[in-house]
């Protein structure tokens, strides 16, 4: 495992759209180049276990979103999905990069979906780069099927920001194994990271906030599933069936709406697929890759 002090020290900080942002990049620069995102409440190190394996075969890029992990976490933030997608185009402008790939989880797979609908609708200045492939793992792709958890539900409420004054780590930790698949439960030291994480730069604060993109996931319900089902690239859903969030209710939903969906369910994996068991999801995804070259 790459402790978080050993992911921080291998990253950088950037100022990006006017915030510091960290980033990480590894691998061959002349490799194609693979685009990680991560999911809410966590950040860039959720793929800590799929790094080394990644990096011997892409370009590997993240970076912890705005308000996310070691990154800035401003209070006054509105935090939309469409800010966080142009801090991704600003991040690879500046790395030159013009064709890529995503991988993404979660709240990330709505930010791929935006970036996704800013190619499909040949918006923004995404004409100057290309994604060749997209890979979603667990996530709300469909608002109709996604099922909050009771914390979520109250951080959506007009109590959020009290709410999140009273969120400890016991209590993440028994929200963390809610939705973690039962065979494959969070180890203690995976629970501690995510909580370091959650907590830097008093990131509790902004939780209210950041929870905001379940109802832009309803506002934008058509753009945004309208961007998977119209696209011509390669596109793959990797999912955890027993995640009560967006799982086995997910995936046929996903079988329902997108022609000729590619999908791989795994039955005993939860909503952090990624983390559960890094080395299955790194192998479905190198299959997808393999099958589309």
């Known amino acids: 495992m790459i402790t978080l002090n050993e992911w921080q020290q291998q990253g950088q900080f950037a ?20 685009l990680l995102i991560h999911g809410f409440p966590s950040a860039s190190w959720d793929w800590e276990g799929m790094w080394e394996k990644l990096t011997e075969h892409y370009y590997v890029i ?15 933030a509105r935090y939309l999905i469409s800010e966080q997608a142009d ?19 979660d709240y990330g797979d709505t930010v791929a979906q935006e970036l996704l609908a800013r190619q499909v609708n040949g918006s923004s200045d995404n004409s100057k780069r290309r994604i060749d492939s997209v890979c979603f793992l667990n996530g709300g792709l469909f608002p109709e099927t996604h099922k909050p958890i ?25 929200n963390l194994q809610q939705i973690f698949g039962p065979a494959t439960p969070p180890t203690p030291e995976v629970i501690e990271t995510l909580w370091q994480l959650l907590t830097h730069n008093n990131g509790l604060a902004v939780m209210h906030k950041l929870i905001n993109y379940i109802p832009q996931r309803q506002q934008y319900r058509e753009r945004w599933v309208d961007a998977i089902i119209n696209s011509s690239i390669p596109i793959k859903l990797v999912a955890g069936a027993k995640d009560p969030i967006s799982g086995k209710h997910m995936i046929q939903r996903y079988r329902e709406l997108i022609p000729n969906a590619n999908v791989a369910e795994m039955s005993a994996l939860g909503h952090y697929p990624q983390i559960e068991d890094a080395d299955a999801i790194t192998a479905e995804y190198l299959s997808f890759r393999s099958n589309v070259n």
């Open 15 to 34: 100022f990006i759209n006017g915030q510091k942002i960290f980033t990480r990049q590894g691998g061959d620069k002349n490799a194609p180049v693979l």
């Open 150 to 174: 009771l914390i979520q539900k109250l951080l959506l409420s007009p109590l959020g920001p009290l709410v999140s004054k009273f969120i400890n780590k016991q209590k993440f930790a028994d």
């Open 87 to 105: 801090i991704f185009e600003t991040f690879l402008q500046n790395l030159g990069i013009h064709d890529y790939h995503i991988l993404a989880h």
């Open 62 to 76: 993240t970076l912890d979103m705005l308000g996310f992990g070691l990154s800035d976490k401003p209070k006054d």
